[in-house]
């Protein structure tokens, strides 16, 4: 069966950090590309970073981060442990949110946050506030 399963979320003070994880299941996660997307009560879901696939070597494991988050966020992948993850520094109010890691067939990073997701897992909340 093939899953994405988030973890790390939880509740953090403005200015600290948190990493989330994205686990793969049923799938060999570094064949895929992967991105991360947020959405906050009210608001429509966002995309935030992105991974390519190891699959064209042109653009293997190249990143793309939205404005919103650049130079704060990082996103990596560990291959042994097919998990994608999400270091999130300098968190703000406004990162408050539930985070989703998604991927699917013919998606591509330099098209980031627009393809065809169509694996997602079941989110994690992530709580900035004091």
């Known amino acids: 069966q093939v899953q994405l399963v988030e973890s790390g979320g939880g509740l953090v003070q403005p200015g600290g950090s948190l990493r989330l994880s994205c686990a793969a299941s049923?799938?060999?996660?570094?064949?895929?590309?992967i991105g991360w997307f947020r959405q906050a009560p009210g608001k429509e879901r966002e995309g935030v970073s992105c991974?390519?696939?190891?699959?064209?070597?042109?653009?293997?494991?190249?990143?793309v981060h939205a404005d919103f988050v650049r130079g704060r966020f990082t996103i990596s992948r560990d291959n042994a442990k097919n998990t994608v993850y999400l270091q999130m520094n300098s968190l703000k109010p406004e990162d408050t949110a539930v985070y989703y890691c998604a991927t699917g067939a013919d998606i591509f990073c330099s098209w980031f946050p627009h393809g065809e997701y169509s694996v997602w897992g079941q989110g994690t909340q992530v709580t900035v506030s004091s």
């Open positions: 991974i390519s696939s190891t699959a064209d070597r042109t653009t293997a494991d190249s990143t």
């Open positions: 049923g799938f060999t996660l570094e064949d895929y590309t």
